[in-house]
């Protein structure tokens, strides 16, 4: 590197000299560089002595015998050497390694004339506040606010309209080129660096913001306000005069935040200092709302989790996404995205994958996480494991289930039977094959089971739900048992409020909708079915209610299960209308025979809009004659028991009530019709204590066919207060054993054994009230609770803040700009059209990814007869389906 000459104005200011001057013998190499002080014929009498003090083998201090102004003095500088000049206030104070880091940035680029470091108080580069006079960050010294920036900083090195006098680097052939500062226009200062930078780019040369450079700058010591204000007028009209189009681009830039994205990741690193502790969760799904896959079990625990703690530490929930690895970041208020590439989910398990290896180190190492816990790996590798072990960071893994000792999770074989404890090598060998495609010549088990149990060997500590699931997994991995504490998940008793209140509605003749069922559908005379939406708005961000009125004063906003109507896009030509359609059921026992006054309502944006129209249909209320109520909630599939359920409600007499709350992915269930027989759909927990109340629920039946590690919907009938049935298995088994609040059956049950057993818990009504006071007087555990336990083990870890290991900024930088690109799109498009994008890729990503498609693109490539015609039909079934699931 060559020489540069640090050329120090000095006016006055001995104290802020004095401070500076130590700065810059501290970082600045004086075998390499030299500093030049030419004092300006300062008043302070301090000054000559003290600089004259300093002389030695480069600083060179140089006296004015009057005063020349500052343009006349930083040209005496500027002329009195031969090469690269940084021009430096006197009242800065300079950090490590600072003129290497600006040299290094000039040289980055031919055509750079000019650069200037980021600084407190700088104008335009001006951090964290874009020009201002900022204060030093809280907590911080400068030498420390330096090391932050430098360590996050992506060297981007942006093009700025104009240098900063402060602190400004110049190349001596950009000297050449246009000559000095005009001391004469500029006398005093203000404005000479803007008129010497507007002449630099009118020869091809540019000036840059040193990105990774921060020197503090006090400011305004050496010129009285109000003579300030003087040159700044002066001078400015001169500048407007000379340069007219770059003045005018150099306002428009000032007025509005440039380079924000430096500023946030600044303030983001900022806001990490805040003295709680840094907690990373890894789960298999984010549970964020515009998320693929948000809906299960581990990331409703998950967001529980989060939002207990996060006014308490600062919370990171990693996540794949489709193809992408996303980062939310909860700090304080704010809710921060970050979005990395990293590729389909493999076809095959990975134990190791070099990308995400090195995603998580540079995540680590950024964030200075505190404590890794990890929830799950499905679709993952196992390298977080290894790279926070590596970074000496605590680690804790929750076993949700049993992934790591089965890939098939639930450890039930390829014919659904349970396996534990009885499954044999042929066993395995062909449920591997039927589940995983897995060659039978490979011996998968043994070494999946070896290399989880190496990465589960690492971590601190090892948490399961229940005691049923913790002696599960130490039968299978013995040598962790004594890592392993169960914590049982918390639940809240949600009671939603009806907005039932019609002052509440907005009457629009925007609202069009028609009825085409009520209460004459064959095949129940209880739906109301139809079509709604609001004009120019997108179907699929509304909700559907029908307000129903009788004439007794009786009434009730129900919420309507959304359906896709093709039919009505179509006729349209809106494809916005395509989730307009909407059924409801009306509950039996809420009206009386007569008329009813029918009111359409939909819900957009917080906003309950109606065309105030009602019609008028009859009503005939079925009879019950004491039917029981019976209701299966939450996703029905066949390891959650749906084909015993679809067996029992097809089986069962008219005395029973079925009811599915939620969804269903078993084509018999989906596709069951009975006059005793409701289906809802999918629900939010926060409507489920609603759906109970409103049907009247006697009894929930919580059928699954493997032994579940805890069960959420389990607690969600308790905490309505409904007695339950279930598999005695698992940790439903030994949950209801335990609080003695209902019904079990063994695993192997036949629908002959349920339905005995519900006209059994009917015929005696004694026995029910008894359950039913059990369960009203359970003392559940809340989320709050919950929060205390893992509160309680965090605490055990201290915040590690000896990490200083380095990471790759432009890795975080470039997720940062991926995971804020619907902020770009909602800026230039609205929020409605940028939250359409971002469900449209969700939807995407879903279907390449199931097997329906998949099985397309395989049949696509098969050359047989008739195959259009077969492809046609397989579609329309397709879509059949996608109907009766929604």
Not at 432 to 458: G, H, M, P, V, Y
Not at 532 to 544: G, L, M, T
Request: glycine residues 4%.
């Amino acid at each position: 590197m060559d020489k540069i000459h640090v050329i120090v104005p000095v006016y006055n200011a001995y104290g802020d000299l004095k401070v500076c001057v130590e700065s810059l013998i501290k970082y600045t190499d004086l075998k390499k560089h030299e500093l030049i002080f030419i004092n300006d014929n300062s008043l302070d009498k301090n000054i000559i002595p003290f600089l004259n003090n300093l002389k030695q083998e480069n600083i060179i201090v140089l006296h004015n015998e009057e005063n020349r102004g500052f343009s006349a003095t930083i040209n005496r500088g500027i002329e009195g050497c031969e090469g690269d000049v940084v021009l430096l206030n006197s009242d800065t104070i300079v950090t490590k390694n600072w003129i290497e880091k600006i040299v290094t940035c000039a040289y980055s680029d031919a055509a750079i004339g000019t650069v200037t470091p980021l600084s407190n108080n700088a104008t335009l580069c001006s951090v964290p506040n874009f020009c201002e006079e900022n204060d030093m960050p809280e907590g911080y010294t400068i030498d420390e606010f330096a090391d932050l920036i430098e360590r996050w900083s992506i060297k981007k090195y942006p093009t700025i309209t104009v240098a900063n006098g402060f602190c400004m680097f110049i190349k001596r052939e950009a000297i050449k080129c246009i000559g000095l500062f005009d001391a004469e226009a500029f006398k005093r200062g203000y404005g000479e660096e803007n008129d010497f930078c507007f002449r630099t780019e009118q020869v091809g040369y540019h000036n840059v913001m040193c990105d990774d450079t921060f020197i503090y700058h006090k400011g305004t010591s050496s010129f009285l306000s109000e003579e300030k204000k003087k040159y700044i007028e002066k001078n400015t009209r001169i500048l407007e005069s000379r340069y007219k189009e770059q003045w005018r681009r150099n306002q428009e830039y000032c007025s509005i935040e440039r380079e924000k994205d430096i500023r946030d990741i600044i303030r983001t690193a900022l806001k990490l200092n805040n003295g709680k502790k840094n907690i990373l969760y890894l789960v298999q799904a984010d549970f964020r709302e515009d998320a693929s896959n948000n809906i299960g079990g581990t990331q409703l625990h998950v967001k529980d989790l989060v939002l207990g703690l996060k006014d308490t530490h600062n919370i990171f929930v990693v996540a794949r996404d489709g193809e992408y690895l996303r980062l939310t970041a909860y700090i304080e208020k704010e809710r921060i995205s970050y979005k990395f590439l990293i590729g389909k989910a493999p076809n095959y398990y990975i134990f190791t994958d070099e990308k995400q290896k090195k995603l998580y180190r540079n995540i680590l190492v950024a964030f200075s996480i505190d404590i890794v816990h990890i929830h799950h790996t499905l679709d993952l590798s196992l390298d977080l494991f290894d790279e926070a072990k590596a970074l000496d960071i605590p680690i804790i893994a929750t076993l949700h289930d049993f992934y790591y000792v089965c890939p098939s999770i639930k450890l039930l074989n390829h014919e659904g039977e349970l396996c534990i404890g009885h499954e044999t090598k042929e066993m395995c060998l062909k449920c591997l094959k039927n589940q995983c495609n897995i060659s039978k010549t490979i011996d998968f088990i043994t070494n999946w089971r070896k290399q989880n149990s190496k990465a589960l060997e690492l971590c601190d500590r090892l948490i399961t739900p229940s005691e049923n699931s913790k002696d599960i997994f130490s039968l299978y991995f013995p040598e962790l048992k004594e890592k392993i504490k169960v914590i049982a998940h918390g639940s809240n008793s949600y009671i939603q409020s009806a907005q039932n209140n019609l002052e509440q509605f907005v009457v629009g003749n925007n609202c069009k909708y028609y009825i085409e069922y009520a209460f004459n559908k064959p095949s129940s005379m209880d739906v109301i079915e139809g079509w709604a939406y609001i004009e120019n708005i997108e179907s699929k961000n509304s909700q559907i209610f029908v307000n129903i009125s009788d004439e007794l004063g009786n009434k009730e906003l129900l919420k309507a299960d959304i359906s896709v109507r093709g039919d009505v896009a179509e006729a349209s030509r809106m494809d916005e209308y395509l989730y307009s359609g909407f059924s409801v059921v009306v509950p039996r026992h809420m009206f009386k025979n007569g008329k009813l006054a029918i009111q359409l309502v939909i819900l957009n944006n917080n906003e309950y809009v109606t065309d105030g129209k009602k019609e008028i249909v009859e009503y005939a209320r079925y009879e019950e004659n004491r039917n029981i109520h019976v209701a299966f909630i939450g996703g029905m599939s066949s390891a959650k028991g749906s084909q015993l359920a679809y067996k029992a409600i097809k089986n069962s007499s008219k005395n029973i009530n079925w009811y599915v709350f939620g969804g269903i992915g078993d084509l018999d269930l989906a596709s069951l019709e009975k006059e005793n027989l409701i289906k809802t759909g999918w629900y939010q927990r926060e409507e489920l204590s609603s759906l109970i109340k409103l049907y009247e629920i006697n009894v929930i039946c919580i059928l699954p066919t493997w032994p579940e590690t805890f069960c959420y919907t389990l607690s969600e009938a308790l905490l309505c207060g409904i007695p339950v049935i279930v598999t005695d298995v698992g940790a439903v088994g030994d949950r209801v054993k335990e609080m003695n609040c209902g019904w079990m059956v063994p695993k192997d049950s036949s629908e002959k054994d349920i339905l005995n057993l519900i006209n059994t818990i009917k015929d005696n009504p004694k026995e029910y009230k008894e359950k039913f006071n059990i369960v009203h007087n359970l003392k559940m555990k809340t989320i709050a609770e919950m929060i205390n336990d893992y509160k309680k083990m965090y605490n055990n870890y201290k915040i590690n803040n000896s990490n200083h290991n380095s990471f790759e900024p432009n890795i975080i930088y470039n997720g940062y700009l991926l995971g804020n690109e619907m902020s770009i799109y909602s800026s230039q498009f609205g929020a409605d059209v940028a939250k359409r994008i971002q469900e449209l890729e969700n939807e995407l990503s879903s279907i390449y990814d199931s097997k329906g498609y998949k099985a397309l693109m395989i049949f696509k490539s098969l050359n047989i007869p008739f195959k259009h015609q077969i492809k046609h039909f397989i579609l329309k079934c397709f879509r059949i389906i996608k109907r009766i699931q929604r």
